[in-house]
């Protein structure tokens, strides 16, 4: 799946039970588990042990992804109208 996200896109495939991120030609790993699915809530483990949690909430074309206070509208790439948009919400 590819999503636009301010000037960027990003390429997102399963592979596995993780996923295979790749933007700006760097490609790395990611492992999601789902938390709380009715509240959209996420834990990605971080490189230092610990996790971070993300909320994504979505209208079908459109999700926002809200990671340590900042939100950002993704836009699906196929089979949607394509438009970039970069929002900040919290610090």
């Known amino acids: 799946m590819k999503i636009n996200f301010d000037r960027q896109t990003l390429e997102i ?24 699915a009715a509240q959209g809530r996420m834990d990605l483990p971080d490189r230092g042990g ?15 992804v809200t990671i340590n206070g900042h939100t950002l509208m993704l836009t699906k790439t196929s089979g949607a109208k394509q ?4 929002d900040h919400a919290g610090d």
């Open 83 to 86: 438009g970039v948009r970069h």
């Open 50 to 64: 610990g996790s971070k949690s993300v909320y994504v909430s979505s209208d079908m074309a459109k999700r926002w």
């Open 13 to 36: 495939n399963p592979s596995g039970d993780n996923y295979v991120a790749s933007v700006d030609g760097k490609t790395v790993s990611v492992q999601i588990v789902r938390v709380d």
